[in-house]
């Protein structure tokens, strides 16, 4: 078990911008790309699904005109089986006599099995830097600053 979830911690990538602090629960991450007409936002979302999403400018406020989400599936199911056999053998052949009950049921909440693509109206938003909000299932609003390409990430804050 344990080195399933090491296994999987590694499976995770991370996209080239991320949230100036991860959500309590979840580390996520984005990336973009300009097409025409569109700016293209992928999010890594953890395994969890994206409820909203939306580009906050100075002027105004766009949300992603399409969300194309990754296959869900559920990651363990908890099985109960119970069964009842009996068998004999004699000089004319064998007989056996068997019956059995199973029940599955899935446990826990359905995992994403990738990142979660969404699609922006280029003309809505102005040129980046963008400030992508994202809210997932089970935890707050974050933010995401997509930079222009080739801009160096911004200093860490100081505490005081």
């Known amino acids: 078990m344990v080195l399933a979830v090491a296994l999987h911690g590694c ?12 959500p309590w629960g979840a580390r ?8 025409p007409g569109w700016l293209r936002v992928e999010v890594e979302t953890d395994g969890r699904r994206l409820d909203d999403a939306r580009i906050i400018t100075d002027d105004a ?18 099985g109960l089986g119970i069964g009842v056999g009996g068998g004999g053998w004699g000089s ?3 007989v056996s006599v068997g019956s059995g009950i199973s029940v599955a049921a899935p446990v826990g909440e359905a995992r994403a ?11 809505s938003l102005g040129s980046p830097p963008w400030r992508l909000r994202i809210q997932l299932s089970g935890l707050g609003e974050t933010d995401i600053v997509l ?5 160096p990430p911004p200093a860490p804050a ?3």
């Not at 499976?11 to 991860?22: F, K």
């Not at 996520?28 to 097409?35: F, N, P």
């Not at 406020?61 to 559920?74: D, K, S």
């Open 158 to 160: 100081r505490r005081q």
């Open 61 to 78: 406020t766009v949300r992603a005109h399409t969300i194309e989400y990754p296959p869900f599936r559920q990651n363990t199911t908890l």
């Open 147 to 151: 930079r222009p390409r080739g801009d």
């Open 92 to 94: 004319r052949g064998g």
């Open 11 to 22: 499976a995770t990538r991370t996209l080239p911008y991320t949230p100036a602090q991860q």
């Open 28 to 35: 996520i991450s984005a990336d973009y790309a300009i097409m």
């Open 113 to 123: 099995e990738g990142p979660t693509l969404l699609h922006f109206p280029l003309d």
